[in-house]
């Protein structure tokens, strides 16, 4: 059978003929697998005229002080790791209109409070991150959402990517003090490198086996990353 590709104009349209609107769609996936570009193409491709906001599921992470006194700080981006009451509550609000939305930094890998955002109203809300699995109390960010999108890839070629990530985020605080990736600045690239396949073996595969891939079951629409970054639609 021959693979059926699929690309980010594609899925626009398929949003486009989807009521109602707001259009609020989630889209989810492992670390690293490329979330935030499908999410940024498909919102490149709509028709100019439709409101389109991006919201990422990161600025509902508890602030690392909380996660710190909860000791979690090592289960950041597990469904625990979430304020499901701020994430839940955001999404109501979007659906009738504008709402403020926290935002999660990369440079200092914490919430900043200074980059809270106000979103909507908007035609099409897309919600990409972590998160969408289900939290520990039974809760569900996904009976809020009207799609789901699940995006799947070989966990080889995801950690590849993640080691990537990793580096280049590491070159890039390497001159920057606020940054995270900045105490990581006198190291050997090879103990980078190690440092980052142990991050992703002892937290990010766990957790995409343990909970992420949970949201694949559930999702309208479920599609594979190929290592070339093409797109296989598995589910429609």
């Not at 602030?63 to 999404?91: C, H, Q, W």
């Not at 799609?147 to 995801?158: F, R, S, T, V, W």
Request: net charge negative.
């Amino acid at each position: 059978m021959t693979d059926s590709f699929i690309d980010a104009a594609s899925l626009a349209e398929r949003l486009l003929a989807l009521p109602p609107r707001p259009l609020l769609v989630g889209l989810t996936g492992s670390v690293a697998v490329g979330k935030t570009w499908l999410a940024e193409a498909i919102a490149t491709a709509l028709p100019p005229g439709n409101r389109v906001a991006i919201v990422s599921t990161d600025g509902f992470l508890m602030p690392n002080a909380v996660l710190e006194a909860r000791g979690l700080v090592l289960r950041k981006g597990f469904p625990e790791s979430y304020d499901a009451d701020t994430m839940i509550g955001t999404l109501a609000a979007l659906r009738t209109g504008a709402a403020a939305v926290p935002v999660h930094s990369h440079v200092t890998y914490d919430i900043d409070p200074a980059l809270t955002r106000s979103v909507g109203p908007a035609d099409i809300v897309i919600v990409e991150g972590l998160g969408l699995s289900g939290f520990p109390d039974g809760r569900s960010a996904r009976a809020a959402l009207d799609l789901l999108i699940y995006l799947d890839a070989d966990p080889a070629d995801i950690e590849s990517w993640y080691v990537r990530r990793f580096l280049g985020l590491w070159r890039a605080g390497a001159d920057d003090p606020t940054s995270f990736y900045h105490r990581f600045s006198q190291l050997a690239e090879a103990d980078v490198e190690a440092l980052a396949r142990s991050t992703w073996d002892r937290i990010n595969l766990p957790n995409l086996t343990g909970h992420i891939q949970r949201a694949r079951e559930t999702a309208d629409i479920v599609l594979h990353k190929a290592a070339d970054h093409r797109l296989v639609l598995i589910k429609s």
